[in-house]
């Protein structure tokens, strides 16, 4: 399940089933009773999230439902998307299992909990967010959603060890770039601290191939962000031009000068913008 977000999510989303069990152990370890069969993947119609997905969601037993969601930069929005996960979520459940929302009688539907695993640089201070105070100062609004957010590096559980995994990819990526040393080095050094060994011994190449490619996709869609902004920038400056009475032949060397392009290069931009 996936997002074009952060490498993060994806290597989430790509070991689920090796961290389905663990994960639910690390956050109820207080449950001995559950094994790997009692849980499901949950895997939501991206028609229903336009086209979005939510890293990790698990059902345990039909009882409990768990959204995880990674994320390297912070942003309170995740608040408002884990809730369309939660409404998709139980959307399919209902249809699924041809439930009736219109029925006098009350629906047996999985409670919900919700988690943020944090790798990013930026300091967290609180465990919890929540609609009710970080969206609406409210305490006493009608509607609120608690998401407990964890951010400490421990080689304790395997939540922590992901963590530190991802910290360490962070500070190899700044090292060598999105290259394939970046993870090579990030593997050796989390299998000799212990963060992650049992998954990682055998699947070095695997995980190698699977950020490799993320890296690709990463660098593809920062590429047409910066363009889409350039092209944005571009335009508005010829329409500028063309309001102010500029020829079309000053324009274009304004846009070759602003933009360090060739003059043929320029005059192809200027008369795709420029309104006739």
């Known amino acids: 399940m996936r997002r074009p977000e952060s490498h993060d999510g994806e290597f989430v989303g790509r070991r689920g089933r090796y961290f389905r069990l663990q994960m639910f152990q690390t956050l109820h370890p ?4 559950i ?33 995880v969601e990674a ?32 029925t006098s009688k009350k629906l047996e539907i999985p409670e919900p909990e919700f988690y943020v695993i944090y790798t990013g640089g930026r300091k967290i201070m609180r465990e919890i967010i929540s ?28 939540i922590g060890q992901y963590i530190i ?17 970046a993870v090579e080095e990030t ?34 869609t920062e590429v047409r962000e910066r363009e889409l902004v350039r092209d944005t920038t571009m335009k508005t400056t010829v329409e500028m031009c063309q309001r102010f009475g500029t020829s079309i032949e000053e324009a274009i060397s304004i846009i070759a ?3 360090g392009l060739a003059l043929e290069k320029a005059s192809e931009y200027v008369r795709e913008f420029w309104n006739n």
């Open 165 to 181: 995994f991802s910290h360490v990819l962070d500070g190899q990526i700044r090292l060598h770039g999105r290259k394939k040393i």
């Open 257 to 259: 000068h602003d933009f």
């Open 131 to 158: 609609l009710r105070e970080d969206f609406w100062h409210n305490p006493n609004a009608k509607l609120d959603l608690l998401v407990k957010v964890i951010h400490a590096e421990s080689k304790d559980d395997v």
């Open 187 to 220: 593997i050796r050094i989390c299998q000799n601290m212990g963060a992650l060994s049992e998954y990682l011994e055998g699947r070095k190449k695997e995980v190698v191939d699977i950020m490799v490619t993320l890296f690709d996709q990463e660098y593809a």
């Open 71 to 102: 994320q390297s930069t912070w942003t309170i929005n995740i608040l408002v998307r884990i809730l369309l996960y939660l409404s998709a979520a139980y959307h399919e459940y209902i249809i699924d299992r041809d439930m009736n929302v219109y």
């Open 30 to 33: 207080e449950i001995t009773d």
């Open 35 to 67: 094994t790997e069969s009692d849980i499901k993947t949950v895997t939501l119609n991206p028609v229903i999230l336009n086209g979005q997905y939510n890293d990790l969601a698990i059902l345990v037993k039909d009882k409990l439902i768990i959204f």
